[in-house]
């Protein structure tokens, strides 16, 4: 098991004769995701030519490329500019999951589209986010295969290579994942670290989940509050940005710390308060993960 | 990207919000001159981006001509919370009978640009909101139908009782709800949001910090952008497309990702060290944005070290030991660096950074105790 | 029983102390509707003076009208400009049924405000309707209570005065009404044919309907569809229009023949294929009742 | 409201709608001024309220300025099914390479604006979604977000297939909507929208209607009606606050309530008369209303009697009958007068009538025969 992506997850690429759209196809082709379709207005039926002689048809439109593939998951690659137009157009097309990768998309124009998303009960994952990955399975986004494993722990984080890091050390003590998931270093992001609390509660093959977290915003401290009420599962937990000044964006859009709220040191005591061990250095998260699986 | 409030109080005026008028100036003569065009009473503003500007005698009341130039002269070049003040404000004092505050942000929770009024104005608005939440009304508003004219009322209605001031309140609300989305902001304010003796409403102060996402596509925004008041560094990382806050430590950072760059200055400090920066060099191997970052790092004179921590994800780790080393090449850095490079292909790229002469290793806790000590050392 | 307003009914009136409004409210009073608020912005605090030394508190927003005296019901009588904002207001406020009789709303802002009320499953009746009377019970609107009678028959309307007539026909011939409904006549509204009809199909008190319709649109037509598939009771209808000339606004926004849609005759057409008697004059009509009830 | 096609033009084009120039002249001369400035071949089309202008004769291909001139003065004054033609638009012929129809509407089930398309253009759209409906492609656009670009880009997508036309319909298509929504249209057309041989695509012809109720808030729009068009008795009627719509017959009707007033006509048609015109008064008994609607009435000569059908419902009878006294009274009207009046106090009201010399009845039947009679004797 895992959570929101696996074996059976057919995956349509909005963007995929764009730069970095093409390289991560190739990637996940190679991985062995089940990329079925493509997206670029004005390249319909051409085909993407993947890794191993593998092709995919490409489409004008997200609505033919559901139609005619039956992909339930869509992954955004495009341009700042238009990325929120293309969550609309998968959340349209019917698409179960759409994982935006795009950073740099503007809040207000996020804002309309998770409510569009919410409209028809689709799941956004991001943007800004490195998508996520089920080891063994499938992976949507940009996540190194390489440094994942399959095994019993869950990971959900705000950050990219600070995910990498976390997970690169849990594939070297052992401990393999079932799903990372990233979810995204904007203000605005549509599936939180408690929806992904929820899920990885609900996986049966999930034993320990670790959150990482950083500076600014609250949805950590909510879902610290989760963790108390409803899981079973032991969490252990990460806070970035214990050094950040605040006031200053620190490189996310969403990290950054407003008047006095969303620091580290409050999210950190909040985690503590609901029973999460924190881990002050990375290379902690296996020690304190090993300690509760124990 | 915060904007001046004699800036933001043009967007408010064009979004029609009644405004008093108002000129920046850069010298005591020009606010003697704007002092003596409004005549009677004027109030001097320093004109940076940091809140707590009264506090730290940046607006004053002048009372004429030659005080408006005296205060000028005193306020320009006044250091406001690590802000040079390089202009001011001069505009004419209002007759104040009732201050509100009224402002709007995005809300994470809500995930929609929420107002928050309160009737006590020229306040800090978050302690109001802690120490007696009755005083403030809060609502977001719907993306999907904007501002509708019964919430600007209902909110209006909660600063004023009089019919007349409400109306003028819902619409001066409803026109920065305008003026927010319009720039492209994260945060408009009016603080205070005055009364006249006369019955009018007026916005007195004015503040608005603009998505920086949004300034592709709003010109007429981003060239209100104001390098003087920020530091050198922070302009160029800027223009280099690398993120980059400037800190008052040694450890020059230099880290893929603003999750492990932060995590890095963490660990820095965990080691009894002070970072000297945040910086994010993305993702790619490319050697022109490493170049880009130590001429930034470097040119801090408190750095003593320069501290890469790379992890090597989809970039192979020998990709980027042979950028950091072309980098290397192009820039004539005495400084110690140190590396760290973990992920695809590690011991390649050790081999080829140790074979060029740099100090690398694979353990985050090991290279930031290295930097740490050679600070310590230098 | 009666469909959509009954003795329960409590009533708010939104625009209570304008010409209109006032006026209709003192009706509605006289008539022994629950009438237990005003608004008019501005106005807050004062009371509104009904017959028989009733006074009717005035609030300045609907909010606040609603949680102070449980109202479930509204009824707008503000200008055109106003109209669709004080629809969206009602919606927001919690009410169960906006009852909108101001005439000449702008189509697209009642696209925006149907949208909205839709969203939160408020049902709206209008705009530029006459409102709706369920007999010695309430009356929400404009209607005139003393043309109508208690009794068995459901009366459903695109029209005013038209209603009128064939109302105070079937009160005169003693067949009394359960709930006489005006849908409006304008392009766009909340509660079309068909909603009045399952309403009053599940009505027990109700025995058989009468339907008047007019020219434009296919409201008629598809309630004529509905009548056939799923009512048990017998309806009788009227459809004004046949010598209305194709392309002129027919005094009703809505009452246009746009091209060769929506003429009399083929709604006529289609209410016959369906089942449904036609009154070729609106003194049929209770004739044609008498028989469908015999 | 109908504007004309060059007035719905310069709407496209403030939208960012390719259209091509164009001059609308009202002599013969003009017409071969513009066509000389142009130069080549121009099309001269009849500026009426009416659909089938070609095939009337009121749209012509002239291939000089002489003929341009030829052209206007047969086009002027012609009658396009009722509507005397007072202007030509004169415009330069463009190369055609397809022919397109794009147009948006007011669905009355899908509750919003409403796209058809259809790559075959310059034709009845109702009548090829009746023949041929897979030949068109629908779309409703949801008011609460707008046209969002990947439904502009399926629109387009439809008409054409290599990606250059395809982008610059999808634009068209998303300022046809701008254009629709910024003039508070119920219908806005191009038929057809062109491609050239040059690849550019192009609307060559424009079509729009407005919502009447949108008029008190768009006076740049409201100021388009050409009161030429209409009948003097309608602009009268809407200057009164009264709807009003003339017709051939000879039974002029003064109703209160729209529904009834087309119920009065069918029923007068029913008993074998002709209405004169719908006419409703409304809900009040104003006399100011009543002289206004007798005015209107008695001013169009086919008519031979005025039948009044009021039903009293608010609004009493015996203030009804009153009024209709009193507006008699400022009016000289020498044509027979038939009144209906029922609902509250009609007995009181048929004395007040019958004492002021004036035929009265209670059945809407019995008042429409009598006015027929009426007619077919005089």
Known sequence: MAIFIDSDTKVVVQGITGRDGSFHTREMMAYGTRVVAGVTPGKGSQNFEGPNECTVPIFNGMDEAVSETGANTSVVYVPPAFAAGAILEAAEAGVELIVAITEGVPVLDMARAHAFARDRGVRVLGPNCPGLISPGKSKVGILPGQIVAEGPIGVVSRSGTLTYEAVFQLTTAGLGQTTCVGIGGDPLIGTNFISCLEAFEEDPETAAVVMIGEIGGTDEQEAAAYVKETMSKPVVGFIAGRTAPPGRRMGHAGAIISGSSGTAEEKIRVFEENGISVAIRPADIVGLLQGALA | ?378
């Open chain 2, 1 to 378: 990207m915060d904007i001046h409030e004699y800036q933001a109080r043009e967007r408010f005026r064009a979004a029609g919000i009644p405004v008093p008028p108002g000129r920046v100036v850069t010298t005591p003569k020009e606010a003697e001159l704007a002092a003596e065009e409004y005549g009677g009473t004027v109030v001097i503003k320093a004109q940076v981006h940091s809140g707590g500007r009264g506090k730290a005698g940046g607006v004053r009341l002048a009372e004429d001509a030659a005080e408006a130039r005296r205060y000028t002269s005193q306020i320009l070049g006044m250091d406001i919370n690590g802000f040079p003040v390089e202009k001011v404000l001069v505009t004419p004092a209002e007759d104040i009978d009732t201050e509100a505050y009224v402002g709007v942000l995005v809300d994470r929770k809500a995930q929609a640009a929420t107002f928050v009024v309160s009737a006590e104005g020229g306040v800090d608005i978050e302690e109001v909101a802690r120490t007696s939440p009755n005083s403030i009304r809060k609502l977001s508003i719907d993306p999907r139908y904007g501002m509708l004219p019964h919430q600007a009322y209902w909110l209006a209605n909660f600063l004023y009782d009089p019919p007349k001031l409400v109306s003028q309140a819902s619409k001066i609300i409803t026109q920065l709800y305008d003026a927010f989305v319009g720039s492209g902001a994260s945060m408009a304010e009016i603080n205070p949001l005055i009364t006249t003796p006369a019955g009018e409403v007026k916005a007195i102060d004015a503040k608005m910090s603009i998505d920086d996402s949004e300034l592709f596509r709003r010109p007429d925004v981003a060239k209100m952008r104001d390098t003087s008041s920020e530091p050198l560094s922070e302009t160029r990382a800027r223009e280099a497309g690398l993120s980059y806050v400037k800190l008052d430590g040694d450890v020059g950072c230099c880290v893929n990702g603003a999750g492990l760059a932060m995590a890095t200055m963490d660990l820095v400090k965990h080691y009894g060290g002070e970072p000297a920066n945040f910086l994010d060099i993305g993702g790619s191997s490319n050697p022109d944005k490493v170049v880009a970052a130590l001429e930034i790092i470097t040119s801090d004179s408190n750095v003593k070290v320069i501290l890469f921590n790379i992890f090597g994800g989809i970039t192979r780790c020998d990709d980027v030991a042979n950028g950091i080393i072309e980098a290397i090449k192009h820039i004539d850095v005495e400084l110690p660096i140190v590396i760290r490079l973990t992920g695809t292909n590690e011991d390649l790229a050790l081999q080829i950074l140790e074979d060029a002469g740099l100090s690398a290793c694979t353990s985050m806790d090991e290279v930031v105790e290295k930097a740490v000590e050679l600070a310590g050392v230098a």
